[in-house]
């Protein structure tokens, strides 16, 4: 059985502001009240299902969770037709908070851009949702969950799970919410990496979907980069191989190394050096040490520092190898054509020429695999020098496609625009 969540779908997005961009340098001391120390993982702020025993989900380990809980946030209403709901899928260390305060730590949803009233995923319009993955730290099980079994935190004991697995605890979430087939899944990195998997592991309850700045596979250079960030936890010695919670320690040396390597892979050069060039910190000169000399050393560090107090590191290690195991043409005899057989699904693919972390060529290979099996597919490389992080900030032409692209499949669709738009 299913346990209903207390809250009701569909409240109103508050019209949030970005007070910063992604990139950045910011002054500010880290959150007060830190993730270790709140009751987000358990008992989120956000909406949440859970579905019990009687209804375990199989992994692609051919393990099972049961019980499991999944953590979501909505905005906006379901029409009576039960047409205008997008499912926006987040990033690694994303969560639900899509376009609202975050709890824990105070700021804007990390889309606050893109999504909320009369901006380009219109709340005013369209029935959002927005869950925390399986394996996430923010309400949804995953390692730093309790084992009903054990009554201890799950640490390494949880099952190791991939990108289907969380594709396929959304897909419960949906149908919990009595949604048939979603007018949109939308997403950017992993979150497009979730899109891919929706479009085709449920081709007939995907209306459109929109992968943004991702792939159809993780190359050997990401999980590289994945590898060095699993390990800084890892030799980090509070992290008590992965007993940290139950021993009442933090690996928070580790996880801030892993996220500052991580942050680099976001950026692109051009916008590290505009951004902070060689600029010195304090008194511009240089103090010959080991202290923050340059700013871009300085911006690293709080970005290390912040991280620790939203984020799980153990739920790190599991969502990171989910990634680096995600691979759509090996789980379709090596074609990734395959894999969209017969859809009748409206694809948005978007690149930004400066990702380096998810060039554009993966895209294109995506569009390829599209154009064999004669899907409907549109394809848009923004021109930005921002890198990765390209997709969470700013970009008009990006918000202009996405507006198009939305607007002319709803109109297919027969969703009325917002009231005096």
Not at 166 to 190: P, T
Request: aromatic share 10%; charged share 20%; proline share 5%.
């Amino acid at each position: 059985m299913e346990f209903a969540d207390t809250t009701p779908p569909g409240p109103a997005v508050p019209d949030a502001r970005v007070s910063e961009r992604a990139t950045d340098v910011v002054l500010e001391a880290a959150a007060a009240n830190p993730l270790s120390g709140s009751n987000e993982i358990e008992t989120p702020s956000s909406q949440v299902v859970r579905f019990a025993a009687d209804k375990p989900l199989k992994l692609e380990s051919q393990q099972t969770l049961a019980p499991f809980q999944i953590a979501y946030q909505t905005y906006g209403a379901l029409n009576a037709a039960r047409t205008n709901a997008i499912l926006v899928c987040h990033a690694l260390t994303g969560d639900q908070y899509v376009a609202s305060k975050h709890p824990v730590t105070g700021k804007p949803g990390w889309w606050s851009t893109l999504v909320g009233p009369g901006k380009p995923v219109d709340t005013d319009r369209f029935f959002v949702i927005c869950a925390n993955i399986l394996g996430g730290c923010m309400g949804s099980t995953g390692p730093a969950s309790r084992s009903p079994h054990t009554g201890k935190i799950y640490g390494l004991d949880f099952p190791v799970i991939t990108i289907g697995d969380m594709v396929d605890a959304q897909a419960r979430l949906i149908d919990h919410l009595g949604i048939d087939q979603l007018f949109s899944v939308i997403g950017g990195s992993m979150g497009g990496m979730q899109v891919l998997e929706w479009a085709a592991r449920y081709k007939d309850r995907v209306y459109t979907a929109v992968p943004v700045a991702t792939a159809a596979w993780h190359s050997a250079q990401n999980i590289a980069f994945h590898e060095v960030g699993r390990q800084a936890v890892m030799a980090d010695p509070e992290w008590a191989a992965g007993k940290y919670q139950e021993e009442g320690r933090t690996p928070r040396r580790g996880l801030s190394v892993a996220r500052m390597a991580a942050h680099i892979t976001y950026l692109s050069e051009e916008a590290l050096q505009r951004k902070f060039g060689r600029s010195f910190q304090g008194k511009g000169q240089r103090t010959f040490s080991f202290d923050a000399d340059f700013q871009v050393e300085s911006y690293l560090r709080h970005q290390g520092s912040t991280f620790v107090d939203r984020f799980d590191p153990n739920s790190y290690l599991y969502i990171t190898r989910a990634m680096d195991y995600f691979d759509m043409a090996a789980e379709h005899d090596d074609v990734l054509a395959n894999a969209f057989r017969g859809t009748q699904t409206r694809f948005c693919v978007v690149s930004f020429t400066s990702d380096w972390l998810y060039p554009t060529r993966e895209s294109k290979a995506i569009v390829t695999a599209l154009n064999a099996v004669a899907a409907n597919v549109s394809f848009v490389e923004i021109e930005s020098d921002k890198g990765h992080d390209a997709f969470l900030l700013e970009e008009r032409e990006f918000f202009a496609t996405m507006s198009g692209f939305i607007n002319s499949a709803a109109a297919k669709r027969g969703i009325a625009p917002a009231r005096g738009r």
